[in-house]
């Protein structure tokens, strides 16, 4: 069963930096693509950001293009997603997820509240 483990999230002030991380378990990490989601209270999960499994290739949502870097470390089976110049409205419950088995895999989030 594939598990899925976010943490670095916290509260940091407009401008400020966070490096996210997702610790993954009981599949083939290298083999899978993978993907951050957030969710804002009162809010829709959306998609922020993407990487392939077989060239790394990496996609972002146009809100985040060019603050945030997606990357992953096949070697400790680990996603990441460094934020930068954060906003307030980067206020969300963030998530990684991966298409595994047929349906999709979330963690359990982790929070990121921007404010002065």
């Known amino acids: 069963e594939a598990q899925l483990r976010e943490s670095g999230g916290g509260l940091v002030q407009p401008g400020g930096s966070l490096t996210l991380s997702c610790a993954t378990s009981?599949?083939?990490?290298?083999?899978?693509?993978m993907r951050w989601l957030r969710q804002a209270p009162g809010q829709e999960l959306e998609w922020v950001s993407s990487i392939n499994a077989n060239d790394a290739a990496t996609f972002y949502a146009d809100f985040v293009q060019g603050r945030f870097t997606i990357s992953r470390d096949n070697t400790k089976n680990t996603l990441y997603l460094q934020m930068n110049n954060l906003k307030t409205e980067d206020t969300a419950m963030y998530f990684c997820?991966?298409?595994?088995?047929?349906?999709?895999?979330r963690g359990q989030g982790t929070q990121v509240t921007v404010s002065s």
């Open positions: 997820a991966v298409r595994w088995g047929g349906r999709d895999v």
């Open positions: 009981g599949f083939t990490f290298a083999d899978y693509g």
